[in-house]
């Protein structure tokens, strides 16, 4: 088993913790890291990490909605300031309604769709030489729906949310409230019931394991705690599920009674443009090879 450099500093970018509690942690887990992180958590040294969220590449996510359907698109680029610009801006936008009016299956599909007289990938290839840098499709998302698509782009494409709703009885103003939700506070459900049992007694478990630590409870009997963690389990709904969300806007409310009967959230996506992507910094993986040993 080998902990590398990067290992540690991925870790600790994907929960805050120190590290060498990181490096610790990922010996213990023999480099699992999904086990380093619930060993981090149940120490209280590091929260959930809901995703691996290293903004390394440069680019931007858009939109594109027409009648009842909706893309959330991110194309990639190579530096800040190409990302900012406004060629780049056009041509994510028209791959945006190239994904709309062919839907292909996958980006690759999406490589052989037209856009005028050329496909996407000769379109692509000839942007990358107006512009200068390499240039590429990462993912996209098509919604179709009955009711009504609404999206959201935060920081000139630096969030994207799209949000389906179906059925659709009234009010457009508070399902843009709900994607500018979604952006702020990251949901990873509509609501509880979707939320798997499996991810709930796995929080059940690191619930316990921090108060079992904890030196207030270390000696209650397990059954006082188990009690307790059950009625902890309730802000991890509170944190993860949009409907018992607090509105961004008005605290004293949910997302829930925010909406009442108006419509139905069907789902969402909620893009951070290059989360998961990595970029060569050398320097820092040198900086922490050095504290790590």
């Given amino acids: 088993m080998n902990i590398t450099a990067r290992d540690v500093a991925n870790l600790r970018d994907m929960t805050g913790a120190g590290m060498m509690d990181c490096?610790?942690?990922?010996?213990?887990?023999?480099?699992n890291v999904d086990k380093a992180v619930e060993i981090l958590r149940e120490r209280?040294?590091?929260?959930?990490?809901?995703?691996?969220?290293?903004?390394?590449?440069?680019?931007?996510?858009?939109?594109?909605?027409?009648?009842?359907?909706?893309?959330?698109?991110?194309?990639?680029?190579?530096?800040?300031?190409?990302?900012?610009?406004?060629?780049?801006?056009?041509?994510?936008?028209?791959?945006?309604?190239?994904?709309?009016?062919n839907k292909p299956a996958d980006v690759e599909a999406l490589n052989s769709c037209m856009i005028g007289n050329q496909t996407v990938a000769e379109y692509i290839g000839e942007q990358t030489v107006v512009i200068g840098e390499k240039l590429s499709i990462r993912r996209f998302e098509i919604y179709t729906t009955n009711g009504k698509i609404e999206?959201?782009?935060?920081?000139?494409?630096?969030?994207?949310?799209?949000?389906?709703?179906?059925p659709f009885n009234a009010g457009e103003d508070i399902?843009?409230?709900?994607?500018?939700?979604?952006?702020?506070?990251?949901?990873?459900?509509?609501?509880?019931?979707?939320?798997p049992a499996s991810v709930v007694e796995k929080e059940k478990e690191i619930l316990l394991a921090q108060m079992q630590q904890d030196e207030k409870?270390?000696?209650?009997?397990?059954?006082?705690?188990?009690?307790?963690?059950?009625g902890k389990i309730g802000k991890f709904y509170t944190e993860n599920c949009l409907m018992n969300q607090p509105f961004v806007k008005d605290d004293s409310m949910t997302i829930e009674k925010?909406?009442?009967?108006?419509?139905?959230?069907?789902?969402?996506?909620?893009?951070?443009?290059?989360?998961?992507l990595e970029k060569r910094n050398d320097d820092f993986a040198a900086e922490v090879a050095a504290q790590s040993k």
């Fill in 258 to 276: 925010v909406i009442g009967d108006k419509f139905n959230v069907v789902k969402f996506v909620r893009w951070e443009m290059g989360e998961g």
């Fill in 151 to 166: 999206t959201y782009i935060h920081l000139g494409g630096k969030v994207g949310v799209m949000v389906e709703a179906d």
């Fill in 23 to 31: 490096k610790n942690a990922l010996v213990e887990a023999e480099g």
């Fill in 217 to 230: 409870n270390a000696n209650k009997p397990k059954e006082i705690l188990e009690k307790i963690v059950l």
């Fill in 44 to 101: 209280g040294i590091a929260k959930a990490a809901k995703k691996a969220s290293r903004i390394a590449a440069e680019g931007v996510v858009t939109s594109y909605v027409e009648g009842n359907a909706g893309v959330l698109l991110e194309v990639n680029c190579e530096s800040d300031f190409v990302s900012k610009g406004e060629k780049f801006h056009a041509l994510a936008n028209t791959i945006a309604k190239a994904v709309l009016e």
């Fill in 175 to 195: 399902l843009h409230d709900v994607a500018l939700q979604i952006a702020a506070s990251k949901p990873s459900y509509v609501r509880s019931s979707e939320v």
